[in-house]
Each structure stands twice: as C-alpha cells, then as structure tokens.
Nanobody
C-alpha cells in the first residue's frame, strides 16, 4: 500500500509558475515509476508527465513540453512538477500517481487566471 499526498497548488496569473510536490509513504519509493495527470472541469483525466524509478527516463504531454519539468528526490520520497509559463488552459486538478500498483493521490487544484 502506498499513500500519495500532493501539495503546492493554488491560484496564479497567466505566465506565472507553480511547483507541485507529491510525497509518498508506505513502501520503498524507488520501486515506483511516478507521474502526474490532470483533470479539467468537464474533461477526462489526461497524462501530463512521468519519470522512471531512477529519473533517467522522462516523458511529457505535448501540451506541457518545454514549460513543465518533472523530477524526483528518492531520498525524500517526493516527486515534483515545476510548472512555468502557465496558461489558463492548464487549470485543472493535478494528480500524482505511481506504478506498479496504480496508486493515486487526492489531487491539488491549480487555477490560472488570464
């Protein structure tokens, strides 16, 4: 069993930045690939970014490539999502997840005003 707790969401103006954190507990963090997804109002949850166990393999959705950076600190059992040049269309609830196991956090709200 793994518990994931996201933090760092909030309200920001377009062009601004936020850094999301996801703290994991319950099992050895390094066995898991970690990722971020988001869900905007009235839309399905979509993939944002993922990072492998060691951090050597990273993938992004085209919509965030060049603006968002995923990273992890295995010593702190934490994965981060640095979000720069935010746009109103980035407004969503952001969820952390890990695999194997398919665990999800409760989500953190990000709102970008125009």
């Amino acid at each position: 069993q793994v518990q994931l707790v996201e933090s760092g969401g909030g309200l920001v103006q377009a062009g601004g930045s936020l850094r999301l954190s996801c703290a994991a507990s319950g099992r050895t963090f390094t066995v898991y690939h970690m990722g971020w997804h988001r869900q905007a109002p009235g839309k399905e949850r979509e993939f944002v970014a993922t990072i492998s166990r060691s951090g050597g393999d990273i993938y992004y959705a085209d919509s965030v490539k060049g603006r968002f950076t995923i990273s992890r600190d295995n010593a702190k059992n934490t994965v981060y999502l640095q979000m720069n040049s935010l746009k109103p269309e980035d407004t969503a609830i952001y969820y952390c997840n890990c695999n194997p196991g398919g665990y999800w956090g409760q989500g953190t709200q990000v709102t970008v005003s125009s």
